[in-house]
């Protein structure tokens, strides 16, 4: 799996995005280590507070699946910029890998590539002991 085709997985399913409030339309796609890929795409909520991000639904269908080892995601909006994960998606995507790779394209093929460590270097972690009583 290259990096350009997870990036048109990422276009293709932008193309299911529903953004009638902000009309900026967001894909992802993340490739397991085992070589699959699980899309997403944003949701919006008149609400606007209920919005979930093109990347948590990448993250939810492959859990929902069953596959939690995450070597890459692609995300694509038509920014100026490439747009980079919200800090929530940061957090989100730390829990399964604080190490991946993360690539951001527009339609038209402007490209960066980063670590998730570098977007996001101190992830919260380390609770789960505190919860244990044992
Ligand atoms: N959005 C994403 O889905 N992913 C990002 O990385 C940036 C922002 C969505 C949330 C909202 O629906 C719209 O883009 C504008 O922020």
């Known amino acids: 799996m290259s990096n350009q085709q997870l990036v048109d997985a990422a276009i ?3 193309s299911h995005a529903h953004a009638p409030y902000s009309r900026f339309a967001v894909g992802a ?3 397991t280590r085992s070589g699959k890929v699980f899309v997403g795409c944003n949701v919006e909520n008149v609400s606007l507070r209920l919005t979930l991000c093109a990347e948590q639904g990448a993250v939810s269908a492959a859990v929902a699946s069953g596959e939690r080892d995450f070597v890459a995601m692609a995300v694509v909006a038509d920014s100026t ?4 994960p919200c800090g929530g998606c940061r957090q989100m995507l730390a829990e399964f890998n604080p190490d991946l790779e993360v690539i951001t ?3 038209n093929g402007r ?8 977007l996001l270097p101190r992830p919260k972690q380390g609770i789960l002991e ?4 044992d």
């Open 12 to 14: 293709n399913v932008r």
């Open 29 to 31: 796609a993340l490739l």
């Open 81 to 84: 910029e490439p747009v980079v």
């Open 105 to 107: 394209s527009t339609p």
């Open 111 to 118: 490209v960066e590539k980063y670590g998730l460590n570098e």
């Open 130 to 133: 505190s919860f244990r009583n």
